[in-house]
């Protein structure tokens, strides 16, 4: 070749974009604009736009990932793309630096416009320094830095896109736009920041209104009440702190995860098969309502033991054809008898797993009182979660199965699983 000849230019446009697509990221792409005047405008057309970590390189401050996401997403003049990726996995936040609100609605803005089927934004959390606790911020905590040093993070309507997930920054305060509905949007996933329970319930029962899939971890603020009406849902995962009453009517829903205390729960969905409620700490049953819930079940999953009395939660299902327990008992006699009659009528299940700390004292009577609770089962798998004082908990759960497979030899075959 020729000093000063370019063959690269002379490309196919349809060959340089596979080329392009292959690169993995559209950071590496951008820099391939040195090769080639040609390049530089062939970046648009890509449907996929992934920026994320550059893989063996040392993390470089979080400004300047931020500045190279900005010059990025300029330099594509594309009016569509497929995908949107950001993903901070790889980049290090060593620097103690958390991404600005405003720089993350850019990108919002951005995939409102252009974006047509994925959206993914995942953040990274500032380091924790020394002392410093790391969680979502609870109330009062969240609350309290809603002040003057609260981000405020406006989520505008994504028209055109299929799936959202964002990882984002605690305490953001998500708002939404004045107007502009999620036409097209079937799966919803929010982790980290603060809604009030008006705007949030806005979102899910008003602007999304095909949505399946849905799984939010936020923190309630302002309004505590929440309400989710959907005649799409089909799969439904909240983690919400700070609500006071959760209200779900969704007649196709079909899983529901609840996870921690909500005050006050009315659900009603017909088509509800499989449950989990996990990390309660009480489930007051008379403000706890199912209406409009069979009493056959999929799946069921639980906590029970300690201070949870979500075991009042198995009374209201006849049949469960697996049910799931984690059991974590305390040594008041008092809470160990709370325990007993609460689990003394469990529903009929043929698949039965139950989790218990590895060194709880009383491991083998819990065992035998829950599988009493439970003849009509075909198998067993126990997870023991601990391994200090193992040795005397295997010996008593060994001679507690010994004791069931006798006694149980007439009914079922009963397969014993240690799972560690």
Known sequence: MGAGEDRISGLPDKLLLCILARLGSARAAVRTGVLSRRWRHILGPLPLLLLDGNHGAPPPPLESVLDKIDAALAACDAPIFKRLDIGFGLWSTADGLGVPAMRAARWLRFASERVVDGLYIYLPRPEIADGEQEAVLELPACEAKMGKDQEEL???????????????????????????????????????????????????????????????????????????????????SLRLFGTQRLEVVAPILENLFLCDTIDEVCISAPKLVELAWRGATCYPHHRHRFDDVGRCLRFLDVDIGASSAVASLLQKFDQVHELKLAVSMPREITAYERFLNETNKMPKCKILTVSMPWNQHDSAPV?????????????????LNDYSGCSSVISNLFLTFLYLREHFKFRSTMDTLFEN
């Not at 949007?185 to 602007?207: D, K, N, P, Y």
């Not at 439970?374 to 798998?381: L, M, Y």
């Open 154 to 236: 406006e989520l505008p309507a994504c028209t055109r896109a299929k799936t959202i997930k964002l990882k984002l920054q605690d305490p953001w305060r998500l708002r939404l736009t004045p107007a502009g509905v999620f036409t097209a949007l079937t799966s919803l996933t929010i982790l980290m920041g603060a809604m009030t329970g008006g705007e949030l319930t806005a979102l899910v029962s008003t602007r999304c209104p095909c949505l399946r899939r849905l799984r939010l971890c936020l923190t309630v603020v302002s309004d505590h009440d929440v309400s989710i009406c959907s005649g799409s849902l089909h799969t439904l």
């Open 367 to 383: 065992m035998l009182h829950i599988l009493r609770s439970c003849s009509s089962v075909k198998r067993i798998s126990v997870q």
